[in-house]
């Protein structure tokens, strides 16, 4: 199937998302041919204006793109890496940049709110540039570089040459080796948002938009992924999605049979959003109104969010031994 225009692949879009609303594997996938659709659109509105690309490239998405972790509703995080370093291919594929997060929002993904796209700078660089923009991160260990760092561990390839990317996540796995570094990414992510009360009741916001709900991305999905992506590092592990990068955990640290456990829920969590998330907009998509769960779906999230502190508890334990 081709698509020429952005309109023709935001109609396809909406026209087709709706039969995947509860087949979480299908939904990712279908996210990814948007992608491809959106990417190939995008280059040949470029080519008509400025040429080819003048290098080989990779467009790279992160976030839950990158972990393959979307539901219907989903920003941008992504960015480019390209071969050759001249000023006039960084004007080139930041302009390509700007077309694809173009595309991507009349399609209905969201623009990052912190600038994490292919058409800033920061997020566009060629393979040089990127091998001194880790360098630069690892060596400052300040909180910016640190989120930076954690943002890039979950870059994904969808189009172009993989390898590109292949070699700029090998350089930073290899940089952040540093255990003061690892510490300090577990600083940077061990606050998590409580969902259980002392008396046992789930946590709802008490006031604004969402007064009743519970912000399932803040209390039950980012403890998961949190720890994943350390045990990533921790263990040097390449995968980006959550349950892949807790099954490559060696059974030395945690055993065959936890592992399954922590899987099971996280599967457990995606299917449970997308039966019970709000999913009118991208924001509204991390909230679940509790009045609407039954007494079963409660118990049921309850134990998800149980796990999912269980496995950030671990994962911390396990950084905090290594550095005494």
Excluded at 196 to 205: K, M, S
Excluded at 213 to 228: R, Y
Aim: hydrophobic content about 35%; proline content about 3%.
């Amino acid at each position: 199937m081709e698509m020429k225009t952005f309109e023709e692949i935001s109609e396809f879009r909406w026209k087709t998302i709706n039969d995947l609303v509860l087949e979480h594997e299908n939904l990712n996938k279908f996210h990814d041919v948007i992608y491809g659709y959106i990417i190939s659109a995008a280059i040949s509105r470029l080519t008509l204006r400025h040429g080819k690309p003048p290098s080989p490239f990779c467009f790279f998405v992160m976030g839950s793109a990158g972990r393959l972790e979307q539901s219907i509703w989903s920003d941008q995080d992504h960015g480019i890496a390209f071969e050759d370093d001249s000023k006039h291919h960084l004007t080139y594929f930041l302009h390509l940049g700007s077309e694809i997060s173009a595309g991507l929002e009349q399609a209905g993904y969201k623009k990052c709110s912190g600038d994490v796209m292919a058409s800033n700078p920061l997020w566009c660089k060629s393979r040089a540039e990127w091998q001194q923009q880790v360098q630069h991160w690892t060596s400052t260990i300040s909180w910016e570089s640190i989120r930076h760092l954690l943002i890039l561990a979950d870059a994904r390839p969808v189009f172009g040459e993989s390898s590109l990317l292949h070699l700029i996540k090998e350089n930073t796995a290899n940089s952040v080796k540093s255990e003061k570094l690892l510490t300090r990414m577990l600083e940077n992510t061990m606050h998590s948002k409580k969902g259980i009360g002392v008396l046992g009741q789930l946590l709802v916001e008490t006031h604004g938009p969402f007064s009743g709900c519970i912000n399932i991305k803040e209390t039950a999905i980012l403890p998961f992924v949190n720890a994943a992506r350390l045990l990533s590092f921790y263990c040097g592990i390449e995968s980006t999605d959550t349950r892949t990068r807790i099954s490559s955990v060696p059974d030395s640290i945690i055993a065959p049979q936890e592992k399954k456990y922590y899987i099971e829920n996280f599967n457990a969590l995606l299917s449970f959003r997308l039966a019970h998330a709000l999913q009118t907009d991208y924001e509204s998509g991390h909230f679940i109104r509790v009045e609407h769960l039954s007494k079963e779906d409660k118990k049921e999230l309850k134990q998800i969010l149980k796990a999912g502190k269980e496995l950030h508890d671990k994962t911390s334990r396990l950084i905090e031994r290594r550095i005494q």
